[in-house]
Structure formats: structure tokens, C-alpha cells
């Protein structure tokens, strides 16, 4: 009996004080969404911490953030019928860098932009023939990743990084 009173105590301690999380996600919200300009639509769902919109060229971008235990950004880009497959550099890296410039912190984004002026062919993990990926080194994230995958038909740009 004394242990289901010691368990229900723990448990509402807990419910009385939410998750046990490191990072707190109290500051995660959509505001930056409305600083970028080329967005004709944008959503933000606070539940989940994730953004949705329409670029004005039609290309769709996904914006995931989050903090507990680990805190990190994920942020995607859709292109349909690009026309052009993902060994061509020159289609997908300017991209990347808007996909980058809008929704990453300044910080953040300069140390992308930086290594990825300086990329080289060697640095472009390919995986087949239908997505690489490029390891940025970053001096907080452990995991900051940027992929592309896809064809000629559809092709997706992420930039992804996280830290715990």
C-alpha cells in the first residue's frame, strides 16, 4: 500500500510540474515566420512546434522546432518538378542558403553559409543517386546536418541540426 502512495506521489509530483525536460520550449514560437517576405502563406501549430508555408514561387517549406531533452531545428524544403537532378550544385545550393538565411538564427546561419562557400565536391555524401548529405562542423551542434533527396520530379532541401 505504501508503494501506490509513493507511486501516485511521484506521479502527480510530476503531472504538477510537467515533463522532466533540460531545455525548456517555452520560447519556441512561429513569430519568425512573419519576418520572412517571401512567404505568401504560413502556418504555425504551437502544440506541436511546427510551421507550414507556401513560398511565392510555390515551393513548400516545413519548419520543425523543438527543446526537452535535446533542443534543435528542422527545416525543409519542397520543390516539385525541378526538373533537374541532385548532383546538379549549382540548382539545390542557392536554395539551401535562402532555405538558411530565413529561417535559421544569424549565428547559425553564417557558420552554414561559411562552410558551405568553401564546400567541396569530396565534402557531398552521396547515398545513390537520389540524396546526399553534407556534415557541417559546427562548434555547439553535435548533429548539423544539411540533405538533399529527390529527382528531376521532386526534390526535398533540410537543414537539420540539434544538440543534447
Keep these: 500500500m505504501r508503494a501506490i502512495i509513493f507511486l501516485l506521489f511521484v506521479f502527480s509530483i510530476n503531472n504538477l510540474f510537467g515533463q522532466n525536460c ?13 519576418e ?12 506541436i512546434k511546427e510551421g507550414r508555408g507556401i513560398r511565392k514561387n510555390g515551393n513548400f517549406v516545413h519548419i520543425k522546432k523543438w527543446a526537452c531533452n535535446t533542443y534543435g531545428i528542422d527545416c525543409k524544403e519542397i520543390i516539385i518538378n525541378p526538373g533537374v537532378p541532385i548532383s546538379k550544385k549549382s540548382f539545390w545550393l542557392p536554395i539551401l542558403i535562402d532555405l538558411g ?14 562552410f558551405l562557400r568553401e564546400l567541396n565536391d569530396d565534402q557531398i555524401n552521396f547515398l545513390g543517386d537520389r540524396k546526399l548529405y553534407i556534415n557541417i562542423d559546427h562548434p555547439t551542434y553535435p548533429e548539423f546536418l544539411v540533405s538533399v533527396m529527390g529527382d528531376s520530379e521532386l526534390m526535398e532541401i533540410s537543414i537539420s541540426y540539434y544538440m543534447n
Design 101 to 114: 538565411k530565413d529561417f535559421l538564427s544569424s549565428s547559425n546561419f553564417e557558420i552554414m553559409d561559411n
Design 22 to 34: 533540460i531545455f525548456n520550449d517555452a520560447w519556441i514560437n512561429g513569430d519568425f515566420l512573419e
Design 36 to 47: 520572412v517576405d517571401d512567404l505568401k502563406y504560413c502556418y504555425w501549430d504551437s502544440r
